[in-house]
């Protein structure tokens, strides 16, 4: 059920931020950013329920594995929103945590007894770090297609549909290499 909840919660939030790239009101925007904060906030609650219930931290599982990415996607998207004012990246970060919840959806969700080899004190650290790095480097995978379309717009010289919604290329290149700063390290911490 709460599962649900968050991936409707999700859902809502990117068709908000579609109809925000579409129409750029700063309403929407900000309509779009409070669903996605109550997704990650219902999502949190998610992953802590599953806790208890398992017994264990739930990142053994391929939904446990796939839904703990799309939690890390958003809450690393939401800590970035404050210190980086990137036109639309909200829309492409969300599609794809949209999709990564639609895998976890479509996962089984039983809850597996964890096996002896995998019951230390470093199984929890070890995977939400190096989660919470892919959750930054798909944060640059998305920073990097918006690169790739506005760079396209300006090569060809015909100013179409992206490039007046996406920000310029040294404020992508900026935030690609945010991104990386902070995933590269945290995957190496990680491994």
Known sequence: MLFSLTLIGYYLSTATYIIFFVTQKKKIRSAARCLLFGAGVLHTVTIVSRYFLAGHTPLTTHHDTVSFFAWSMTWAFLSFRWRYQVKNFGTFVSLVIAGLMTIAALSSQTMAELPPALQSAWLPVHASIAIIADGFMAMGFCSGLMYLLQERE?????????????????????????????GFPLLTLGI
């Open 154 to 182: 300006l090569k060809k010289k015909r100013f179409g549909v992206f490039y007046s919604r996406l920000p310029s290329l040294d404020a992508l290149d900026n935030l690609i290499q945010h991104c990386l700063t902070v």
